[in-house]
């Protein structure tokens, strides 16, 4: 292990080893505030990023790139991003699935829009794997691909409906 900060962006249960960012106080943060503005960071300073359904949070045309490029900028060379957003496609198949009911509708769009239930749970993004990719080589990552679990935190990386994972995972790497 290089000694630097493994961070984990939006995480709620603290872990030995991880260094927790939220927009909101809480138990085990160690840091409150924005990804899009890590400057608390000093480049490179990172050897591994995780951010499990964060993303959609940011609006896709000025602070999703943003954030993109902070990550990028605090991990240390061939540093580790791990990624998970809700994947919009495999949501609108479920949503439009024959027969869905009224409820069923219902829990999917609140994946797709947030759950709404405080200021900070609302989504602006949607993601399929062309357009994270896009977003991650836009933001100078060399290297990524898709993955199926994370396996690090119990959290939405792996949440299933109808047995399907909701989730597009993805691995990146300065």
Not at 100 to 114: C, D, L, P, S
Not at 135 to 140: D, H, N, S, V
């Amino acid at each position: 292990m290089s000694g630097k900060i493994k961070l984990h962006i939006g995480g709620q249960t603290p872990k030995e080893g991880w260094s927790i960012l939220d927009i909101q106080a809480g138990p085990g943060v160690d840091y409150v505030g924005s990804c899009v503005d890590l400057s608390f960071l000093a480049d490179g300073s990172c050897a591994e990023v995780y951010a499990s359904h964060v993303l959609e949070h940011l609006s896709y045309d000025a602070d999703l790139p943003r954030a993109m490029k902070e990550i990028h900028r605090v991990l240390e060379p061939g540093g580790r991003l791990r990624v998970s957003a809700p994947d919009l496609a495999v949501l609108c198949r479920l949503f439009s699935k024959p027969g869905a009911t009224v409820e069923h509708r219902y829990n999917i769009m609140r994946m797709m829009f947030g759950g709404q239930v405080d200021p900070h749970d609302f989504h602006f993004a949607g993601f399929w794997p062309e357009f994270l990719a896009a977003l991650l080589k836009e933001a100078g990552f060399s290297m990524f691909e898709p993955a199926g679990s994370f396996g690090e935190f119990k959290d939405a990386s792996e949440l299933t409906c109808n047995g399907e994972l909701i989730s597009l995972n993805m691995e990146a790497y300065k």
